[in-house]
């Protein structure tokens, strides 16, 4: 069965923090990973992974994956408040079908 | 802008009234899709299409149906809601092909009393 696992499902951490959220995955012909932040309304797309050991760098955010070890990682510095949000991890496999994780959900206290 | 849009936004309804999201996207995306968002389930796929009259099961597509009739819209029926289909569900597209992200609607909280 293919699935998406994201963990830790909650944390909440002081502005200034770093946080490592983390994304494991068992997906048959793995095609893409993508993760998102949903406030509280539509997932907003971050990053999409395809390739291991290439960073995606935005601002304050990055992500790895690893193929090998079927994960990645969304890494976080200096948070701030605004970065308070569910974050969803995606795989596309077999199909077009994605599968989600039930997201990690950051709050970030001033 | 280009966007996803889905109405209605909010939606209280009584079992077995049949009712309709609309979905509609103005980026000549291919490839559509719905989810129902559920706490501790994450997102769920119900129904994808590639492209005009094509359509896919997800993974819990028991409930409802899709149609595909034009590019640009990808409605959601459900023909006798339940209470178990009370949830946040979300449309989005993207370009056919694996390096495209998905883009979503802004949601529809549906109540089936």
């Known amino acids: 069965e293919d699935k998406v696992v994201q963990s830790p499902l909650s944390l909440v951490v002081h502005e200034g923090d770093t946080v490592t959220l983390n994304c494991s995955y068992e997906?048959?012909?793995?095609?893409?990973l993508l993760w998102y932040k949903q406030e509280k309304k539509a997932p907003t797309f971050l990053f999409m992974l395809?390739?291991?050991?290439i960073e995606k760098k935005s601002g304050r955010l990055s992500s790895i994956l690893d193929k090998k070890e079927l994960f990645s990682i969304l890494n976080i510095t200096a948070t701030q408040t605004g970065d308070s949000a569910i974050y969803l991890c995606?795989?596309?496999?077999?199909?077009?079908?994605?599968?989600f994780g039930t997201g990690t959900s950051l709050t970030v206290i001033p | 802008e280009a966007q996803v849009t889905q109405n209605p936004r909010y939606l209280i309804t009584v079992t077995g009234k049949k009712l309709t999201v609309t979905c509609s996207q103005n980026?000549?995306?291919?490839?559509m899709s719905w989810y129902r968002q559920d706490p501790g389930l994450g997102l769920r796929q119900i129904y994808y299409?590639?492209?005009?009259?094509?359509?896919d099961k997800g993974d819990v597509p028991e409930g409802y149906k899709v149609s595909r009739k034009e590019k640009r819209n990808f409605p959601l029926i459900l023909e006798s809601p339940s209470p178990n289909q009370t949830s946040l569900y979300f449309c989005?597209?993207?370009?056919?092909?694996?390096?495209?992200?998905?883009?979503f609607g802004n949601g529809t909280r549906l109540t089936v009393t």
């Open positions: 299409s590639m492209n005009v009259e094509v359509t």
């Open positions: 980026m000549n995306h291919e490839y």
């Open positions: 989005a597209s993207k370009v056919e092909g694996w390096g495209s992200p998905l883009h």
């Open positions: 997906v048959t012909n793995f095609r893409s």
């Open positions: 395809t390739s291991s050991g």
């Open positions: 995606a795989v596309a496999g077999t199909g077009n079908q994605f599968y």
